[in-house]
């Protein structure tokens, strides 16, 4: 089966750590995506990357960091510099970039809490 | 403020009634996308619309963009307790990014 993975579902931190969340893909899509979603505000772009070894900020990337050296992964780290870490952490992927048309597949997401 | 600004934030309907989610952004659409979420789930897409006026459906469940590309709604029909969820609508930016409005929580009691 074709799909995104998240892992783990349930991620608990001490302040000041930092986190590194996966996802993986192997749907041979070449975009993949970090969002943030908080009760009543949507999801927020975390970061983006269109190709390997290349990626964009997205609106809220600051105390965030990502890297792209497979085509399939994409992983997150929650660095002591985000202030409110506690989310929960969506990552999609598409064919394309959404700027051209192409819907977005998500995974199942990662709750993050930090204490 | 939002970019994309979805209404009602809540509903809260009887099973077998209709429904419609409105979603209206302060700038031009090119590409208007519809997502439902199951509460601490991903997201799962329904619908892409990118031309002024366009309507798609699937199963009881219709979108349309208006024709000033500037707003959509999302009509459900004769709802079910399967429909609830979170629906989200998003929308392409220039520059390739992608942003959502901020959802509509749908309750269907039985």
């Known amino acids: 089966d074709g799909g995104i993975t998240q892992s783990p579902k349930y991620l608990f931190r001490k302040e000041g750590q930092n986190v590194t969340l996966s996802c993986e893909q192997n749907?041979?899509?070449?975009?993949m995506y970090w969002y943030r979603q908080d009760p009543g505000q949507g999801l927020r772009l975390i970061y983006y990357s269109q190709i390997v070894n290349d990626f964009q900020k997205g609106d809220i990337a600051e105390g965030y960091s990502v890297s792209r050296e497979k085509k399939e992964s994409f992983p997150l780290t929650v660095t002591s510099a985000q202030k409110n870490p506690t989310a929960f952490y969506l990552c999609a992927s598409s064919i394309g970039l959404a700027g051209g048309m192409y819907e977005q597949y998500f995974g199942p997401g990662t709750r993050l809490t930090v204490t | 403020s939002q970019e994309l600004e979805q209404s009602p934030q809540s509903l809260i309907v009887q099973e077998g009634k209709n429904l419609t989610i409105n979603c209206t952004s302060s700038k031009t659409l090119y590409g208007l996308y519809w997502y439902k979420q199951k509460y601490g789930e991903g997201l799962i897409f329904l619908m892409m619309?990118?031309?002024?006026?366009e309507e798609k459906s699937h199963e009881k469940i219709t979108a349309k963009l208006d024709e000033k590309k500037q707003q959509s709604s999302l009509h459900i029909t004769a709802s079910q307790p399967s429909h609830a969820g979170i629906y989200l609508c998003?929308?392409?930016?220039?520059?390739?990014?992608?942003?959502f409005g901020t959802g509509t929580s749908l309750t269907v009691i039985p």
């Open positions: 619309l990118q031309k002024g006026g």
């Open positions: 749907l041979n899509h070449d975009a």
């Open positions: 998003g929308a392409a930016r220039t520059g390739n990014q992608f942003y």
